[in-house]
């Protein structure tokens, strides 16, 4: 089967799953074209070494690659976001009439919505049948964030994107969601409930799993012979870092909580440490992928937490995932499908989202949790991510899917 991949980030950017499933769908003998632009997530500026040019193509073993240039953004202007968008939507949409001209199938990574653009075309003209992924419910993620207009300027961008979404459903002959409530909410989008598939995201399975402490790890911790909590990613608007910040201020005298990532919140983030003379908080910035599982390792918990939006209900932050790859508990302030499943499966602890005074409880409760109920709640970590979140049962649902679809339409 020949499948067209496209997705407005890909590697050596840090969103892994477009890569992964390139790679590993031609490793089981697919024929796989990567349309995608130039590196630049999530500094917003094009990486060292890479230089915009519009007839680049590279090869990764058996995968193709095609980029094409973009204008680089992520900042928190929304006009800059739109316009990243909008150009890779244009220049993926020409480049694509060739690049994908004989796939069987199209796979497109969302957000951006733009991304179809060339899957559309795809369509209209070959009758290519479309498989999307979705990551973020939109418009709900763009209006919620922080960064939208309000008012008037605002009521239009919603609309219009919401508009954009019910066509991109339409187009699409499947959907796959990350998680069950998405799947609710696309469906009340518009989506035809029997195109839509629950494949929970994997995470990078090569570099995320359970390695020993190490003394370096610990050091750049700032380990301090107590609990430690870490938290590790994007210090964006949606996180609720400052929710984490207050709780582990009121629990300075029983943990430490350590920040392993940057992001458009983080001078905020920084300020609001400081404002509360919370010393337990320390900011250690971005470190290389491959050292992140002896990190993850060197501390007791991983947090993940999320600000109290609709649209984050649905969502199931990545570092989750690496949480349980590596074999480490979680404490969730989360709500929706992300604090549901770490509660069902009992590996963490969970409190709502942005109350920070019940997350300063879970951090005590975490404190004086015994070293044999902490490595329970690992090992069942662990066992979940294996049975229902590795990359192998990923790929394999994939397989599946794009192959049903490019039956139907008569392509494979």
């Excluded at 900042?75 to 009439?97: E, K």
């Excluded at 992928?289 to 600000?307: F, G, K």
């Amino acid at each position: 089967m020949k499948i067209g991949l496209i997705s407005q980030w890909y590697p050596p950017e840090g969103v892994f799953i477009p890569g992964n499933l390139a790679h590993q769908l031609a490793g089981r003998g697919h024929e796989v074209k990567v349309l995608t632009t130039f590196p630049s997530y999530p500094y917003g500026r094009v990486f060292p070494g890479w230089q915009q040019r519009w007839r680049h193509r590279e090869t990764e073993g058996p995968v193709m690659v095609r980029r094409v240039p973009a204008y680089p953004s992520h900042d928190t202007s929304t006009v800059r976001r739109a316009l990243s968008h909008l150009s890779f939507g244009a220049t993926s949409a020409v480049a694509g009439a060739r690049w994908l001209a004989d796939v069987d199938v199209t796979y497109v990574y969302h957000p951006p919505p733009t991304a179809i653009a060339a899957a559309a075309l795809q369509r209209a003209a070959r009758r290519t049948p479309i498989v999307l992924h979705l990551q973020d419910l939109w418009p709900e993620s763009v209006t919620q964030s922080g960064m939208a207009p309000t008012g008037r300027a605002g009521r239009w961008l919603e609309r219009s994107i919401g508009a954009l979404m019910r066509g991109t459903y339409r187009l699409a002959d499947a959907i796959v969601v990350i998680s069950p409530t998405m799947a609710e909410r696309v469906v009340a989008g518009g989506a035809d409930p029997d195109r839509v598939r629950v494949v929970w995201n994997w995470t990078d399975d090569a570099l995320f799993r359970p390695v020993p402490v190490t003394d370096e790890a610990r050091a750049a911790l700032g380990h301090r012979q107590r609990c430690t909590v870490m938290f590790a990613g994007n210090l964006g608007l949606l996180q609720g870092i400052e929710t984490a910040i207050r709780a582990a201020a009121a629990a300075s005298d029983r943990m430490d909580l350590v920040l392993v990532g940057s992001g458009a919140g983080e001078d905020g983030a920084r300020r609001l440490a400081a404002d509360l003379g919370a010393d337990n908080v320390r900011f250690i910035g971005r470190r290389p992928p491959e050292q992140m599982a002896e990190l993850y390792a060197a501390a007791h918990w991983q947090l993940v937490c999320l600000r109290d939006v609709p649209a984050l209900r649905a969502a199931v932050p990545s570092k989750l995932q690496a949480a349980l790859a590596c074999g480490v508990p979680v404490i969730a302030a989360a709500g929706g499908d992300t604090g549901a499943l770490v509660r069902s499966t009992g590996v963490g602890l969970v409190c709502p989202p942005e109350d920070w005074r019940a997350l300063a409880e879970r951090f005590v409760e975490a404190s004086e949790q015994p070293a044999a109920t902490r490595q329970a709640m690992a090992d069942r970590a662990r066992q979940v991510y294996r049975d229902r979140m590795s990359l192998r049962v990923g790929v394999d649902q994939f397989e599946d899917i794009l192959t049903k679809v490019a039956a139907q339409r008569g392509r494979a």
